[in-house]
T-cell receptor, first 114, second 113 residues
């Protein structure tokens, strides 16, 4: 059974803390994505990676960075957490090459910044 | 530019009655379209996808969707709703030649007993 796992389901952090969200996929997918999900806004792309050490900014990259040192692992970093980063964070992966390749999603991390 | 619009933010149906969740898209190219479902506090799961092979696409759990180019629509249907169908549903279009997927804002389906 293919899987995308995220390191935490729930996380509570304080304003100004550095936060790491980890995502691991076991499908040997080239592409990995980080989204945030907020009510009424759907999913918004934060960052995307199409290969090890390669990354591209999505629609809302401000306040975030990413790291992809290994093909199976994609980390999202909040350099200095703020209350407006309280959200659900979803990781996804997909195969490269075809626009009809679907994404596979992790269960999500619900982050609360106090 | 590609975009996707889910016409209803909330839909309520009675158990055993048909489900219709509406999605319109805008695309300069022949699009790939997807429907995902998200149960509470879970990640998204693929229901079905359109890849130009057939305009009527069958998915999991009895759902299907029809691609209508003339209407730029990709509505999701199910003949008979079940309580377990209560969830949020997302219509997604992939941007040809890129990695990007564009998500609709979601439709929350409520199933009444």
């Amino acid at each position: 059974d293919v899987k995308v796992t995220q390191s935490s389901r729930y996380l509570v952090k304080r304003t100004g803390e550095k936060v790491f969200l980890e995502c691991v996929q076991d499908m040997d997918h080239e592409n990995m994505f980080w989204y945030r999900q907020d009510p009424g806004l759907g999913l918004r792309l934060i960052y995307f990676s199409y290969d090890v050490k390669m990354k591209e900014k999505g629609d809302i990259p401000e306040g975030y960075s990413v790291s992809r040192e290994k093909k199976e692992r994609f980390s999202l970093i909040l350099e200095s957490a703020s209350t407006n980063q309280t959200s659900m964070y979803l990781c996804a992966s997909s195969r490269n090459g075809r626009s009809y390749n679907e994404q596979f999603f992790g269960p999500g991390t619900r982050l609360t910044v106090l | 530019a590609q975009s996707v619009t889910q016409l209803d933010s909330h839909v309520s149906v009675s158990e055993g009655t048909p489900v219709l969740l509406r999605c319109n898209y805008s695309s300069s190219y022949s699009p790939s379209l997807f429907w995902y479902v998200q149960h509470p506090n879970k990640g998204l799961q693929l229901l079905l996808k359109y890849t130009s092979a057939a305009t009527l696409v069958k998915g999991i759990n009895g759902f299907e969707a029809e691609f209508k180019k003339s209407e730029t629509s990709f509505h999701l249907t199910k003949p008979s709703a079940h309580m377990s169908d209560a969830a949020e549903y997302f219509c997604v279009v992939s941007v040809s030649g890129t990695y990007k997927y564009i998500f609709g804002t979601g439709t929350r389906l409520k199933v009444l007993a």
